[in-house]
């Protein structure tokens, strides 16, 4: 795959650019230019409309993949080389997002305005691509703001809360019960929660799939499947699992796992 190049502004990321569904480059650099987000569309040198910064391993960005997977739209990702001891990546990254870590996505389409956060980044991508409002609701209903609050609790309430027990488990120099113990308390009560809603509704928002239901999988998968001990999901939470199942075999979610899956080979 040729080396990505887009609007060079004298600045190189030490990332791997791989293509949805393509082959990792050998190329050590790729160039990208940020410019404020406007309506103009100008051109796109590798002919997809979004750049997304990713991680191989890490949740966030995935669920952007996911989301972009389900409404067809085009992307290459890159994957900046992160420290993951120090949860940043490289001083470059800051140039598209000031906090330093992934996800990040440049729209191509939109004179590439760059929009950080996986969250906003979702809401972004379904405000102004989910025209016919395939996994979202629309702007102004009482379904949206159903779906802002509940991308709200993912983004403040499982994800900081899950990612702090991975860091205890795999990152942290020493054990330390009492966070173990709090952070795992932290994710049953998030389980809990959705437990409890999707006992009354199949779906979170609408009675429908939306980016609602996408945003919570990549979190769940990760920690029932590596972080909690001695845990039965389909028995604790047996409502959560089932509905965790049915994400799971929805087909743009299949095709990113498994491009994911090819990546984490790699190693």
């Known amino acids: 795959m040729s080396l990505v190049i887009l ?15 393509g082959n990792t480059s050998s190329q050590p650099h790729i160039f990208i230019a940020f410019v404020p987000c406007t309506s103009h569309t100008p051109s796109m040198s590798h002919g997809k409309q979004f750049t997304l910064f990713n991680h191989k391993a890490g949740p966030n960005g995935w669920k952007v993949a996911f989301v972009l997977e389900e409404l067809g739209l085009t992307y290459e990702s890159v994957f900046p080389e992160l420290d993951m001891k120090k949860h940043e990546g490289p001083e470059s990254l800051t140039k598209f997002n000031p906090n330093g870590r992934i996800p990040a996505l ?91 809603e999707l006992s009354k509704r199949e779906w979170l928002v ?31 939470f047996p409502v959560t699992a089932k509905w965790h199942k049915k994400i799971l075999e929805r087909p743009a979610v299949k095709k990113v796992r498994d491009e994911r899956a090819k990546l984490l080979a790699q190693k």
């Not at 969250?119 to 395939?134: F, L, S």
């Not at 990152?171 to 009492?178: A, C, F, L, T, W």
């Not at 009675?207 to 499947?225: K, L, M, Q, S």
Request: charge should be negative; proline fraction near 4%.
């Open 206 to 236: 609408g009675n429908r799939p939306t980016v609602v239901d996408i945003a919570f999988f990549p979190w769940n998968e990760i920690t029932v499947e590596r972080f909690l001990e001695n845990f039965d999901f389909e028995k604790e």
């Open 106 to 196: 440049i729209d191509h389409g939109n004179n590439d305005c760059v929009i950080w956060e996986s969250n906003a980044i979702i809401q972004y991508i379904v405000d102004k691509y989910d025209k016919e409002r395939k996994i979202s609701a629309a702007p102004g209903t009482d379904e949206y703001y159903t779906q802002l609050q509940w991308l709200y609790f993912q983004g403040t309430g499982q994800g900081p809360y899950y990612g702090q027990l991975a860091w205890f488990i795999v990152y942290h120099p020493e054990k330390v019960q009492s966070a173990l113990d709090r952070y795992t308390n932290e994710v049953r009560r998030v389980l809990g929660v959705l437990e409890g």
């Open 7 to 21: 609007r060079i502004l004298r600045l190189g990321l030490h990332i791997r650019p791989i293509a949805s569904g």
